[in-house]
């Protein structure tokens, strides 16, 4: 017996050692708000698990092997995940899964709608006029005119985007001097700003009132991720000849920590027009805290400096006359391609929230944000003069008269 007690504790240690576990945590697409069932089925087996207040979910003793694991929801379209444990990975961290409701709802409707840099940015066209594009998702009038006519030519209801509501973190970012977001602030983090909300029009959101043409709330929650990394590249011919963007989220960890960061650039010597250059970077930081289920904070730090050179506009005429790559604002000095207007925008802004739970259907964010920085614009001054170009001269200028 002496003997045999050793051995049974050592196979008993060891099948406890080897014990899986898997953790993630459930939320609904549209509102983030954490589901209240989740059935699990593998093969013919099938069992329910119970959520906690905060959306989290661990499961244990699954067996090794790699399988697809079903996760059902009573009012939740499935997830099919493939699973994989072994003796040297036994415990898996999936992050934060988004689940869309069954019935899906076109006003409610989360999505994206792709938009070049030079449409977020250019001057010539009034093209900050975007929130209501961005609303398109599923409504087909809203998709087609988004699409064939872009931000230059509509407005949805005649509106311009001061009319919409842009929120990061449910804070208002439209600016205080002309009421429109400053898209430029978040640019290039196309993979971090995918958790979205959008409401049309003046229905009211979870976050805001609503605007006239809608509101749109973007989230940067690090628990809002799915844990593991990404790497993007891509080749343009617009304003940027080439982005890269590299991301990375940690996932809630056992400590209750969360973490995404992000790094990019965008680049462009020419791009489809003469002397439009491109230069700009995309930093991006968020770090979350679970204290409770009832308390948690986040810290959100965003840094996206960027240089580019502007495109003038013109008539058909001109473009008849010298083509659609001519642009009025470039020349040589001393040799260098330069581009007379420059615009630059350096605007960092900090985040911090503290999000309070006391009841199941009561919650409290309570967040502080600041931004500084500078925009800027750079152009030729023709000392009181007009600028030096034919098709900028009024049609009604009269030949100056003779006397005899």
């Known amino acids: 017996m002496k003997k045999i007690c050793p051995i049974l504790l050592f196979f008993s240690q060891l099948l406890f050692a080897q014990t899986t576990q898997m953790l993630f945590r459930a939320l609904d697409a549209h509102t983030l708000e954490p589901l209240k069932e989740i059935n699990i089925q593998l093969s013919d087996s099938l069992f329910a698990v119970q959520p906690n207040s905060y959306g989290q979910v661990v499961v244990n003793a699954l067996p090794l092997g790699q399988y697809d694991l079903s996760l059902l929801s009573p009012t939740h379209e ?20 988004l689940f869309f409701p069954a019935k899906d709802v076109i006003e409610d409707a989360t999505s994206l709608i792709s938009l070049s840099d030079d449409e977020l940015d250019d001057d010539t066209f009034d093209s900050n006029n975007l929130t209501g594009l961005l609303q398109s998702s599923k409504d087909l009038f809203l998709r087609t005119t988004a699409f064939e006519f872009s931000v230059a030519f509509f407005r949805t ?6 009319f919409g ?42 976050s805001h ?36 963007l590299a991301s990375y989220a940690t996932g809630l960890n056992p400590n209750n920590w969360a973490f995404v960061a992000a790094v990019g650039g965008r680049w462009g010597l020419e791009g489809f027009q003469e002397g439009t250059f491109y230069d700009a970077q995309s930093f991006f930081l968020s770090a979350d805290k679970i204290l409770n ?42 040799g ?3 581009n007379a207007r420059v615009k630059r925008v350096s605007e ?32 030729i001054d023709y000392s009181g003069g007009g600028q030096p170009r034919p098709y900028l001269l009024p049609k009604t200028t009269k030949p100056p008269a003779f006397k005899h």
């Open 293 to 334: 289920a009832r308390h948690s904070f986040n810290l959100t730090l965003m840094f996206t400096p960027n240089r580019r050179g502007k495109s003038s506009p013109h008539t058909q005429e001109v473009y008849d006359l010298k083509g659609t790559h001519y642009n009025a604002y470039w020349g040589y000095q001393e």
């Open 78 to 97: 499935s997830l099919i995940l493939k699973v994989e444990f072994s003796d040297l990975q036994l415990h898996k961290n999936l992050g934060t899964l």
């Open 336 to 338: 260098t391609k330069r």
């Open 348 to 379: 960092p802004i900090v985040m911090a929230s503290h999000y309070w739970k006391p009841t199941e259907k009561t919650s409290i964010q309570t967040s502080l944000s600041y931004q500084f920085g500078e925009i800027g614009n750079t152009r």
């Open 165 to 206: 509501k842009l929120l990061l973190n449910n804070i208002e970012m439209n600016k205080l001097l002309d009421g429109r977001p400053q898209w430029s602030n978040w640019g290039g983090l196309n993979d971090i700003l995918r958790n979205s909300n959008l409401q049309l029009y003046q229905r009211p959101s979870v």
């Open 157 to 162: 209801r005649g509106l311009d985007s001061s």
């Open 209 to 244: 009132f609503g605007g006239l043409i809608g509101t749109t709330n973007i989230s940067t929650r690090a628990t809002n991720f799915r844990q593991g990394g990404r790497l993007t590249y891509s080749f343009s011919d617009r304003s940027y000849n080439q982005r890269i």
